[in-house]
């Protein structure tokens, strides 16, 4: 990973809006160019609010999950 951020080293967690901007600026992006996927749909719909494209990722909609990255393949190509 180019960048790592844990919760206990920078006193901020998920769904902090804090944590999702210091990520962004660590990664040097804009939340457009962001795919956010989680299992907490809290933290889900704070990254949406934020400008992030982001799903709701469960084990029993797997299937559901890689329809969607091969439907967004182009786009997610595109933001890199």
Known sequence: F???LCSGDIGLAKPDP???RLALER???T????LFVDDVEENV???????????HYHHARHADFLALLAED????????
């Open 18 to 20: 804090a944590a999702f």
């Open 27 to 29: 990664l040097a992006v």
């Open 73 to 80: 393949e182009e786009a997610v190509r595109r933001a890199q």
């Open 45 to 55: 719909r704070v990254a949406q609010r934020m400008g992030m494209l982001a799903t």
């Open 31 to 34: 939340p457009e160019r962001c």
């Open 2 to 4: 180019d960048v790592l």
